[in-house]
């Protein structure tokens, strides 16, 4: 019977260990609402801002496209993030111990992202 306890309570540690992924979350084309009179650089600076405000490293790479970098304590992750005058994406770039197999990753990235998008609206609605 100890045996049978001992193989039910990792089958349990496994269990919860994996609910605690899930498919990653990318935003794809989302609108950014921006005033008609916003340029590029206008949105670059409200998603650099965005990102500070929430902890990210954001570097841009060219006009319409910043890589963020974020980490805390063991995981960091970094994005693509895209965008126009009316539109962005964020998308996956790299990570580390954040489980990514490809498909799903650590649900504290996905939080991340979300937390990002909102920040990124927000900074964009200060626009106007």
């Known amino acids: 019977m100890p045996r049978f306890v ?13 609910c605690r992924t899930g498919a990653i979350y990318n935003v794809e084309s989302a609108p950014l609402n921006a005033p008609p009179t ?13 990102g500070a405000t929430r902890g990210w490293q954001m570097s841009p790479v060219e006009p319409g496209h910043i890589i963020g970098t974020y980490a805390r304590r063991d995981f960091t992750t970094s994005v693509d993030i895209r965008f126009t005058t009316q539109t962005y994406s964020i998308t996956y770039k790299d990570s580390t111990g954040l489980n990514y197999d490809g498909t799903n990753i650590h649900s504290n990235y996905n939080s991340w992202i979300h937390t990002l998008q909102t920040e990124i609206q927000n900074q964009v609605a200060a626009l106007y």
């Open 38 to 50: 916003a340029t590029l650089t206008d949105i670059q600076r409200a998603i650099i801002r965005a």
């Open 6 to 18: 001992h193989i039910l309570l990792i089958g349990c540690v496994l269990l919860i260990a994996a």
